[in-house]
């Protein structure tokens, strides 16, 4: 299994090798192409129960095949991130970045309402 700075090489292996851009000036276009690939992750989940137009927009027919386009596109936007981050800064230790930023989390012990396993969507008040 690789690590978030292997993963990060590794990107980067193929931005060099294909001109992706990746000085600091590219900063903004990765993340906006992670909200992109996000977005992308975004539409095919919210008709994952409009099967004629997952054939249609996507060619999808089956559940798996919904699951690998879903990963695919989340995938995507962590190689946007990789790719950004080291725009941001090439000697960035993402491993050590992380690491911190769990422990914050950790630390802060926050849940969203509508983020906590088993919640329900709100319902509508009339």
Known sequence: MSTLNEAKDKVIEL?????????????????????I????????????DDKGWLK??????????LTEH??????????????GLYCLD???DVDKAFDRKWRINLERGRAYVDDREGSMPASHVE
């Not at 690939?37 to 994952?48: F, M, N, P, T, V």
């Open 56 to 65: 249609q927009e996507l060619n999808i027919v089956t559940e798996e095949e």
């Open 90 to 92: 090439p000697d960035l």
């Open 37 to 48: 690939e996000l977005g992308e992750a975004g539409d095919a989940w919210k008709h994952r």
């Open 70 to 83: 879903v990963a695919e596109e989340l995938i995507d936007t962590i190689f946007y991130c990789l790719n």
């Open 15 to 35: 931005a060099k090798r294909f001109g992706w851009g990746i000085s600091r000036e590219h900063v903004a276009t990765k993340i906006f192409y992670a909200i």
